[in-house]
């Protein structure tokens, strides 16, 4: 589930998240967001600005979701399987933005079970294996003990 606001429009949904700046601790801004910035980054929902969200497919829900979590000026994103039940050229935008998020400063916490779309936005893994840490290290650690066939892992 989304939960975006399926009678309100892609606009009203944004601004349903509307928050005041926040700062960090040593009185610096934290990102801020403008609907405006926000279209301009998810092209999708700028061109259905008045679209109702229930209307939507569900990548560009799960656009929507991400912008109107934005629209909070958030510290910390929290993406709980972004990519799943997601077209691939969604997937693809998706990954795009994650990045660019992280170019902005914003801290990102992604849950993914999709590997390839994990290997595209991440910096560090974590692989949790019948609730267990079965790997903590870089991406790029974790890429070379697939690669070497590492089955400890279970990817």
Known sequence: ERRIFNDLTVLENLEVGRQ???????????????????LAFFPNLAAMPQRAGGQMSGGEQQMLTVARTLMGNPYLVLLD???EGVAPVIVEQMAQMIVQLKQRGVSILLCE????FAR???DRAYVL???????????????????????????
């Open 120 to 122: 595209l936005v991440s």
């Open 81 to 83: 399987e972004p990519s």
């Open 20 to 38: 005041p700046p926040r700062r960090w601790a040593d009185g610096s801004l934290a990102s801020q967001w403008t609907v405006d910035e926000l």
């Open 129 to 155: 294996e019948k609730g267990a840490i079965a790997f903590a290290g870089s991406m790029q650690a974790l890429i070379d003990e697939e690669r070497a066939g590492a089955k400890r892992i279970g990817v």
């Open 113 to 116: 079970q999709n590997l390839h």
